[in-house]
């Protein structure tokens, strides 16, 4: 499971990081420059994640999995927020919040495996 949702990880992490605007686009948003920084370091976070998830194992591997599901449970409160907070399209904030509600999900899930 762990390899299964790094690889997903690793995916989601190279579009946001090299090809920001297509992940920009997919959720809504105009392609900033901003919003493609910020995807950037989103790509770039999911790319860490994964890549260490794929290395570690045990104790070490147990912290980096519940590190991620709070940073996801994080993304999906931002998404929830976005429309009231930062004046974003719904569509916007739903999805980031259905990202990162799928990504805590499996994240969580795959903590239990251990």
């Known amino acids: 499971m762990v390899k299964a949702l790094s690889i ?9 990081s090299a090809l920001p605007t297509v992940l920009i686009s997919t959720y809504g948003s105009e ?7 910020l995807a950037r370091l989103w790509g770039n976070r999911n790319l860490a994640f994964s890549v260490l998830a ?3 194992e045990g104790e070490a ?11 996801s449970l994080a993304d999906t409160t ?15 904030g739903a999805a980031t919040a259905v990202t990162g509600g799928i990504f805590a999900a499996l994240y969580a899930y795959a903590l239990s495996l251990d």
């Open 61 to 71: 591997l147990d912290t980096l999995l519940r590190t991620a599901v709070l940073s």
């Open 31 to 37: 392609p900033t420059p901003a919003a493609r920084l």
């Open 8 to 16: 997903s990880g690793i995916a989601f992490g190279v579009v946001g």
């Open 54 to 56: 794929m290395q570690l």
């Open 78 to 92: 931002f998404g929830l927020l976005a429309k009231p907070v930062d004046g974003l399209p719904s569509g916007t």
